[in-house]
């Protein structure tokens, strides 16, 4: 029998209706027509524009008759629409009134904030006809992607190691090799997944993917006239569509499509996808900002306001989204839920995440509701949820971070004593210490495990590593904002003179620098990150802010691989020998202690001396072992681990203790030694000559294995 | 250029010739034809494609839909495909889901 609720019961401008359902929100297709439904809880009345596809004007205009509005939610079927070439918006009646926080204007069309599928930035670059009345238009989206039993890849998240990209600069430049429409994309990237498996990273990191304007903001450098643009998009226009400009077959609408195929190809090789998503703030901006969508729907809701109606700015870019009201909370929990249900993402990684757990009037909430509720949710029950533990008005949470049980932390503390460490800095051999074992010192206490840090030596936020041991400051000049932007607490040393230099001296201590970083970096207790082309020695000119730059400073230059074989190799067997050996993942804190009674304990200090490290505030050199018996909470079975780390600018003999009985060193990794010396293949270590001592170079990392 | 599109059966298995722009007003005909094939019970789907100029996401989810209305035990050729609707089937995976190929010979 014919189902009743596909007749409709109204009709409106020739259009036959009837009343809707009001969840979902959002375009949903249902039988004979669209489902409608949209929430705003201060305005009066509402009207559903429809355009065709890019049509300069809206092809019917329909109010909700007032019987179709439940609630705060306006809902509604319409009848006979062709979906494919549909475009969809709303206008809004209500009071205007600065100081009381509402910005109704029914003369601007508004975006679905649930709208699956955004136009008006198809193409990236191209620029838009600035006169169209509706610049960012809700489409709709069909699910029918054919994903052949993918689900969400479940890796323990100790056991990843994290690749930060951008999707447009891993395969925009034309070294990339990359065919050149797909330059760019996702279907770059998907054509790159070897590359991606060569380097042995198992999880990518995709910085904002949701749908953003390259365009906010652009402007003309004013002394070099380079052309300046949101490239690196954080800031969101649209929370639940991909950005079509990453799409290869955007100009069709095929974002969806392309995008889950990407992951849908990366789970088939075990690389899992974490999203960087944005909910502290929107592209809408302060008072002077475009009215979007949620200004004009219903800025109260949305916006944290101050009482004389301005907005609060906690994100540094004039407006911060109010996270913690219900509404706003339901409308985030819904976005992460549609990425991982509709999408299979396997995690998030939460920008200036700090934000999420503050009140209405910026205040720190001790139980915030918003992470508490993605904590516990169901259908996020096994996605990675990373907060970037701080945000731009000043709350700093690395270690005090709401977890639930559930939060990971990019772990900004690492970063900082693992740079001062190995440019030579004294007094923070306890704090290595700390970083080197999962930072227990901020987790432990809490019943977090190791895995709550992420640890990272450097992002997308600050130095590349070979910049890092390149520049002494940041050089923001191209920029446009005469040096003001990026970060001042660089840690960063460059090895005798700022910046390039063909002083081969100086390029062997940056090598040897660079190789220390990535050494330390993927035997610590957590889930290492690496930023895209670190691996093949990336260069930013010392801008350590280049979020505005779509050219060649941020598009990865493949030749690089080429040019630093030697680096390249260094980097991808210290991400191998990290996965082949569990006892650098573990899911536990170190007991500091022979808690199985096999002779040794779990992890165990050294110094020059065996079993004696030097603890004092002058020291530069710390050596540690780790009992592969203990591994993984001495579930599994490994290999002893030894780590030298000499930091002083003088080589050091180091006495070694003595492996496990049958058993002897091996080196893997020496970042004194020249190549192909400096490291080997996994399982391909020689033995070392002496058993007992070892002349470790000034500034060097050793690493031994027992077998 | 329009679109047409024409269904043939020879030796069990169902021809489909596509010419000119498939978009989303004429995929309602590219889809009865394919409800016509698997009505018929053919052994095998192929559709010859290098006339079809342009094909929109409507077009594509016809492919999708025939993948699924044939049944995983009927094989899909996709015969001759321009550069242009080639690239918008391999970037959207799609590929993987059907054999494309140059020519297709139905005494084989």
């Given at each position: 029998m014919e189902r009743i609720d596909v007749h409709p019961t109204h009709t409106s401008n020739g259009y036959q209706l009837r009343c809707g359902q009001p969840f979902p929100f959002g375009a949903t297709i249902v039988p004979g027509g669209v489902n409608f439904s949209i929430y705003s809880s201060h305005s009066t009345a509402c009207t559903l524009v429809l355009f065709e596809k890019?049509?300069?004007?809206?092809f019917v205009e329909i109010p909700f008759p007032e019987?179709?509005?439940i609630g705060n939610v306006y809902c509604m079927v319409v009848f006979d629409l062709d979906f494919e070439n549909l475009e969809y918006g709303y206008r809004m009646e209500g009071p205007n009134n600065f100081q009381q926080g509402h910005w109704f204007d029914p003369s601007k069309v508004l975006l679905d904030p649930y709208a699956k599928v955004v136009s008006g930035r198809d193409v990236w670059g191209t620029q838009p006809n600035w006169d169209d009345i509706y610049q960012h238009r809700g489409r709709l989206s069909f699910d029918d992607f054919d994903w052949e039993n993918d689900s969400p890849l479940d890796v323990p998240l100790e056991d990843m190691v994290i690749y930060e990209m951008h999707v447009r600069g891993f395969t925009k430049d034309p070294s990339s090799g990359v065919k050149e429409n797909h330059r760019g994309t996702f279907a770059g990237i998907l054509a790159k997944i070897p590359y991606l498996q060569e380097l042995g990273i198992n999880t990518v990191e995709l910085m904002p993917v949701f749908e953003f304007d390259e365009f906010e903001h652009s402007r003309y450098h004013p002394e070099t006239g380079e052309f300046l643009v949101n490239?690196?998009?954080?800031?969101?226009?649209?929370?639940?569509?991909?950005?079509?400009?990453?799409?290869?077959t955007g100009k069709f609408g095929m974002q969806i499509d392309e995008l889950k195929n990407l992951v849908k190809e990366l789970h088939k090789v075990g690389i899992s996808v974490i999203l960087d998503v944005v909910f502290n703030h929107t592209a809408e901006g302060n008072e002077r900002g475009p009215t979007i969508s949620f200004r004009g729907l219903d800025n109260k809701t949305y916006y944290m306001l101050t009482p004389e109606g301005y907005y609060f700015n906690f994100s540094g870019t004039g407006n911060t989204l109010n996270c913690n009201n219900p509404i706003v909370r339901g409308m985030v929990l819904d976005c992460l839920r549609y990425w991982t249900a509709e999408f299979h993402i396997d995690g998030f990684r939460f920008d200036l995440a700090s934000i999420l757990g503050r009140d209405p009037w910026g205040y720190p909430l001790a139980n915030p509701p918003l992470l508490e509720t993605l904590a516990f949710d169901p259908i996020l029950a096994r996605s990675k949820l990373i907060a970037e533990a701080w945000d731009a008005g000043g709350l700093y949470q690395v270690g005090s971070f709401p977890s639930y049980g559930r939060w990971a932390e990019w772990n900004g503390k690492y970063r900082d004593s693992v740079r001062k460490f190995i440019k030579g800095d004294a007094g923070v051999i306890g704090e290595m210490a700390q970083r080197l074992q999962g930072s227990p010192d901020l987790y432990r206490g809490a019943?977090?495990?190791?895995?709550?840090s992420i640890n990272f030596v450097t992002a997308h936020d600050g130095f590349t590593l070979a910049d890092l041991v390149a520049y002494n400051g940041k050089h923001n000049y191209a920029n446009g904002e005469n040096g003001n932007d990026g970060a001042n607490d660089n840690y960063s040393w460059n090895c005798g003179v700022e910046g390039a230099t063909d002083n081969p001296d100086i390029l062997k201590l940056r090598a040897r620098q660079m190789r220390n970083a990535i050494a330390i970096l993927l035997v610590s207790q957590g889930v290492p990150m690496l930023l895209m082309g670190d691996e093949m020695g990336k260069t930013q000119g010392g801008n350590n802010n280049t979020y505005c730059h779509d050219s060649p400073l941020n598009w990865l230059n493949w030749h690089l691989v080429e040019q630093n074989q030697d680096w390249f190799r260094f980097v991808k067997h210290c991400i191998a020998f990290r996965l082949a050996h569990p006892v650098l993942r573990n899911s536990e804190h170190f007991q500091n202690c022979d808690y199985l009674g096999v002779g040794f304990p779990d992890i165990s200090w050294h110094g020059v001396k065996a079993w004696h490290a030097d603890w004092s505030s002058d020291g530069r050199v710390l050596a540690f072992m780790l009992c592969g018996q203990h591994a993984k909470g001495g579930r599994v079975k490994d290999n002893q681990i030894y780590v030298a780390m000499n930091m002083h600018y003088e080589s050091l003999w180091f006495e070694l203790p003595a492996p496990p009985v049958g058993t002897a060193w091996h080196v893997f990794a020496n970042t004194g030694a020249q190549p192909p010396e400096d490291i080997h293949a996994p399982g391909q270590e020689p033995p070392l000559e002496s058993q007992s001592s070892l002349l470790i170079g000034d500034r060097s990392v050793v690493i031994l294995i027992a077998k | 250029m329009a679109f047409s599109i024409e269904l043939e059966t020879i030796n069990g298995q169902a021809k489909l010739t596509l010419i000119g722009e498939l978009d989303g007003g004429t995929a309602p005909l590219f889809k009865e034809k394919i409800e016509a094939a698997a009505e018929a019970n053919a052994t095998k789907l192929v559709l010859f494609m290098d006339q079809l100029e342009y094909m929109s996401s409507a077009g594509l989810r016809v492919l999708v839909f025939a993948k699924q209305k044939m049944g995983t035990g009927v094989e899909i050729f996709l015969v001759g495909t321009q550069e242009m609707v080639n690239d918008t089937i391999e970037q959207t995976g799609l590929h993987q889901s059907f054999h494309m190929v140059d020519s297709y010979d139905f005494t084989a």
């Open positions: 890019r049509a300069p004007q809206p019987s179709f509005r490239y690196w998009g954080y800031s969101t226009v649209n929370f639940f569509a991909p950005k079509a400009g990453y799409a290869a019943g977090r495990p190791p895995s709550t | -």
